[in-house]
């Protein structure tokens, strides 16, 4: 039996676990799962995996500096 290699990715992932999002926004992984919940963070199902996408995490930066510079 042959084993597939692994290769590692090469650039910046597009696609993160709810674990990695939280990391990224510095949140704690239940407070990332809110934010799937509510909307406010989009994410996506790949088989029986969670994952968001990386550009949903600028989005939502984007989302919230805009709302707090207006109000």
Known sequence: MSQSKRIPPTGPR??????AA???LSVS?????????S???FSVRV???RR????ALTT????????????
């Open 47 to 49: 088989g029986k995996l």
């Open 60 to 71: 939502y930066v984007h989302q919230l500096t805009t709302a707090q510079r207006i109000a």
């Open 29 to 37: 992984r239940t407070r990332m799962y809110a934010l799937i919940k």
């Open 39 to 41: 909307g406010d963070v």
């Open 22 to 24: 939280a990391h990224q």
């Open 52 to 55: 968001v996408p990386a550009d």
């Open 14 to 19: 597009v696609m993160l676990s709810v674990e």
